[in-house]
């Protein structure tokens, strides 16, 4: 039971890191600017967050599902942030004195960096609730501590190896362009655009779709 949930959890957490998203693009970002062992602390930092958010979901489930209008405005302040990233990225690539992220260069430690950008990150949340309720109804999870640690251990080690992808692919780029800054910023920059404008799409799409929802409920109460 326990091997099977720790690599259920690390399957689902693995595949769920891939997608662009807020901390793995400023994780390659970090690795392309400061190196890898600062971008590995960033990611150590953001999936600590990313578990103890998961614990929390497990034991306080009804809680999570009534909080749907606090995740919406904390899923556009997420995108704020990415929008403001993707715009210092596009003053770097465009500045010839300007050379790294102003965002993301400031002295804070990449460690409590990971941290604070993971805990203003919503999405995890109802990600894992999803889940969690998924694998509860499937009697993949059952509620034990023991259960649960392994859950959480898979779900660690799968988004720390989805974040790997992004850190070292984040030096195989810095590589294949030679180092060249400004390519590099526009390309992250363009990354950080991108994943603004599907966020925002989400958001939109799952708001008309519970308002349908609602909708259907009051037609058929």
Known sequence: MHLRIFFTGMFISFLGTLPLGTLNVAAMQISVSDGIRPALYFSLGALLVEIIYVRISLVAMDWVQKQERLFRWLQWFTVLIIVALAVTNFMAAASPHVKKNIILSKTIPRFWLGMAMSAI???QIPFWFGWSTALYTKKILVPRNDVYNAYIAGIGLGTFLGNAIFIFG????????????GMISWIIGGVFALTAVIMSWKI??????TQKEKEVDQLTS
Not at 170 to 181: E, P
Not at 204 to 209: A, E, T
């Open 121 to 123: 990150n919503p999405a």
């Open 204 to 209: 939109l799409y799952n708001r008309k779709k």
């Open 170 to 181: 984040g030096q195989l780029i810095v590589n294949r362009l030679n180092a060249k800054q």
